[in-house]
């Protein structure tokens, strides 16, 4: 390794690299595990097994929505309300708007050729796209941590729930907007100058120790069920 690495050029790639296999790992669950179950018909097992109530047979177009998952959010709204009731339709319904929002918005200004516009606009869809992600890293550190307090398993609107309905999007776009505000070149001189080596060290630290235990309880062994079969 080249002597000249900057101190904090370590830490910023393990980060890097340990969200990229994270969302790796998440997406291939997502697409094997909730995509898996409408091509075998097992929607009703499987989806409800997770994440109570999230199919609902008197709800079927509405269950297709949720399979496109959150960028159809506002179009679930229309069709069927959200487990944790009125916060959670709202707090999701709002993701959903912004999502395609700013997709449709990086959409029309790349074509339109303004790509400053389009570069802001992409960098707040990659912040709310990994919304999903880091909602579920966030319970499963709370569950892990502090036993789910506030956490209502069935209903999901608990103190924490209804929290978690905006706070699982809203940082990011404040981190979005932060990094599109910054000079070029310089965000990641200012990482290292607010987080210091150790503020990147722990947040490595956190997405492995959330990844490690959403893969270990959710994410491998629901990938495994559905590869299972290709092999035997």
């Known amino acids: 390794m080249s002597q000249s690495l900057p101190r904090a050029g370590l830490p910023l790639r393990a980060l890097l690299a340990v969200t990229w296999i994270s969302t790796g790992i998440f997406s291939l669950y997502i697409a094997l595990f909730y995509g898996g179950a409408i091509l075998v018909g097992s929607l009703e097992r499987d989806w409800n097994e997770v994440l109570p109530r999230l199919y609902e047979k008197a709800s079927t177009p509405a269950a297709w929505m949720i399979g496109m998952h959150f960028f159809a959010g506002s179009a679930v709204l229309l069709l069927k309300g959200a487990v944790g009731g009125p916060m ?12 395609v929002g700013a997709a449709s918005l990086a959409w029309i200004h790349a074509r339109a ?27 499963g550190i709370w569950l892990k941590l502090v036993g789910g307090i506030g956490h209502a398993r069935q209903s ?49 630290l956190f997405v492995g120790l959330a990844t490690w235990l959403f893969a270990r309880a959710y994410w491998l062994p629901h990938i495994g069920r559905r590869l299972a079969p290709l092999f035997t």
């Open 88 to 99: 959670m339709d709202i707090g999701f319904g709002l993701y959903g708007l912004l999502t």
């Open 156 to 204: 999901f609107d608990g103190p924490f729930d209804i929290v978690m309905d905006f706070f699982f999007y809203l940082p990011n776009l404040a981190v979005a907007e932060w990094f599109i505000r910054r000079k070029p070149g310089g965000t990641t001189a200012a990482l290292r100058r607010h987080l210091g080596t150790a503020g990147i060290v722990v947040l490595v």
């Open 113 to 139: 050729g303004r790509f400053d516009r389009h570069r802001a606009w992409a960098i707040r869809l990659f912040a709310l796209g990994i919304g999903s992600w880091l909602y579920r890293l966030d319970y």
